[in-house]
């Protein structure tokens, strides 16, 4: 069955950086969408950015020239690199999966991200 397993979460201070990780099984990952969507404490979940299968990139504005989505096919694995954290990043951040734009999805179960000093 499809499983994402993220990785990489913690604690950092504002201004800092943190990579978080994704790794993939179940799928033919390279023809798969990836994404990386986060749920603050009382808040609805928001995508924070979205890899397609041809490495075309899209990010929420609050991160965009923060946050770096990629992948690596050979690996089965989808990273999120995030510099300059904010204490408004705090959140948990899970891994999505679909085939195409429209199709049902799969999650992870999410790491957590504190910014704080």
């Known amino acids: 069955q499809v499983q994402l397993v993220e990785s990489g979460g913690g604690l950092v201070q504002p201004g800092g950086s943190l990579s978080l990780s994704c790794a993939a099984s179940?799928?033919?990952?390279?023809?798969?969408?990836m994404g990386w969507y986060r749920q603050a404490p009382g808040k609805q979940r928001e995508l924070v950015a979205t890899i397609t299968p041809g490495g075309s990139t899209n990010y929420a504005d609050s991160v965009k020239d923060r946050f770096t989505i990629s992948r690596d096919n050979a690996k089965n694995m989808v990273y999120l690199q995030m510099n300059s954290l904010k204490p408004e990043d705090t959140a948990v951040y899970s891994c999505?999966?679909?085939?195409?734009?429209?199709?049902?999805?799969?999650w992870g179960k999410g790491t957590l991200v504190t910014v704080s000093s």
């Open positions: 179940g799928i033919i990952f390279r023809l798969y969408y």
């Open positions: 999505n999966t679909r085939l195409y734009p429209t199709a049902a999805d799969y």
